[in-house]
């Protein structure tokens, strides 16, 4: 029994003496870092700030740091305002101390700033659902000092909570990026699969309708595998983009497959062919497949004018025998041409003739019948928001110029 006794308190000596984690628990204050130095990060955060306002917190438990504060929670902060770029999170008021949340934000991100390229961020597990729902500047600050396998951890964790996923996943081990689109069903990772490994999870992925079009396009390409038999069926596929890439694939040993314009008199149809068209790369005869679309030209119209420049209407014309110079060039001639502008028209997303661009520029097409009767493209209307334009340059304030595409 005496004996016992005295393994036991033998055993518990040996816990109590094992080293804990550098930094980990221990209380924030005694670090030093001050609400005035995180402010100053929060204004200037490439400058190397983070180390001026984290220069308390020895390298060595830095990363301790981080996981402690995440475990600890208390990271929501409010909107200071909304630009035209982002969401700015509100910096910490010059009373704040560890215990506030803007305060608690700010520490995380200067401290991860100042982690070492060979630094490995690694989180608890249990707590990744909970860093998942973090705004998505800290989310992507934590993922790019993370390993592949915990960025994948938390890109899924951030699906399950149906949010955007703000960080990239790729560049990706072969292993790891099959992990994440076979189990996970991650799209990013699609990018870093190759072949002749994932050429059966590639075929899959650009079949499976419940991936976006963009990523099961972007599968199609990496597999250019124009002798499967499924590939010719995808010409039919709801997804002009990917019906596009099909229609590459496939031309290349039947021509018949290249999407040229369709006699029709139905918009829809001849939209949808510009679309495979515009996707489906570079087409050995590209300026032919253009000037089937527009044989006559297309008239460029600005009737308010360019994108956040003075509402002065200008138009001109590329393509065909009436081409002109764009009137705002000068003496320096305009890089535009027909293959170009229908291009730009056909990857936007269409309703009927009405197209919106990514950076939410609109285009509207304008069709007229040929000598036939079908339709034929020959005007492209680019229309001006001068309300929302002003609300974004108001809201944006001077250091913020929306982009756009002129």
């Known amino acids: 029994m005496r004996w016992s006794v005295l393994l036991v308190l033998a055993a518990c000596a040996t816990r109590q003496a094992a080293p804990a984690e550098p930094g980990g628990g221990r209380d924030l204050a005694s670090y030093g870092i001050t609400a005035a130095a995180l402010r100053f990060f929060a204004d200037s955060p490439n400058d190397g700030t983070g180390a001026m306002a984290t220069a308390g917190v020895p390298p060595g438990e830095r990363s301790a740091v981080v996981r402690q504060v995440l475990r600890e929670g208390n990271l929501g902060c409010g909107i200071r305002r909304r630009g035209c770029r982002d969401d700015h999170a509100a910096w910490p008021e010059p009373w704040d101390d560890a215990t506030r949340p803007c305060f608690r934000r700010w520490l995380v991100l200067a401290v991860v700033a100042t982690l070492r390229p060979e630094d490995r961020l ?56 099959a992990r994440a689109v076979g189990a996970y069903h991650l799209e990013d ?63 290349r040993t039947d021509p018949s497959a290249t999407p040229r314009r369709p006699r029709t008199r139905e918009p829809v149809v001849l939209m949808r062919a510009l679309c495979m068209y515009a996707h489906g790369g570079a087409w050995p005869d590209g300026a032919e497949l253009a000037a089937s679309f527009a044989p006559r030209g297309v008239e460029l119209a600005y009737p308010q004018g360019r994108p956040f420049e003075e509402p002065r209407p200008s138009a001109w014309r590329v393509g065909g025998r009436d081409a002109t110079r764009d009137p705002a060039a000068g003496t320096t001639p305009r890089l535009a041409s027909l293959e170009t502008e229908l291009r730009r028209v056909g990857r936007a997303t269409c309703a009927g003739v009405a197209c919106r661009e990514a950076d939410d520029g609109r285009i509207d097409v304008e069709l007229v019948p040929d000598d036939r009767g079908d339709l034929v493209i020959s005007r492209l209307v680019f229309p001006r928001d001068l309300a929302d334009e002003q609300a974004k340059v108001a809201a944006a304030g001077a250091d913020c110029i929306p982009s756009t595409r002129l």
Do not use: Y
């Open 122 to 177: 690694v989180l608890d597990a249990d707590n990744l659902p909970v860093v998942a729902r973090l705004d998505d500047v800290v989310v992507a600050a934590l993922a790019g000092r993370m390993s592949e396998e915990q960025r994948i951890e938390l890109a899924h964790a951030r699906v399950l909570a149906k949010r955007d996923v703000p960080f990239r996943l790729v560049p990706l081990s072969t292993q790891n990026a």
């Open 189 to 251: 990772a699609v990018r870093a699969l190759a072949l002749p490994d994932h050429a059966a999870l590639l075929g899959s992925v650009a079949r499976d309708r419940t991936f976006a079009p963009s990523t099961r396009a972007d599968a199609l390409r990496i597999l250019d595998d124009a002798a499967a038999p499924w590939v010719r069926e995808l010409l039919a596929d709801a997804s002009c983009e990917v019906a596009g890439v099909a229609a590459s694939l496939v031309a």
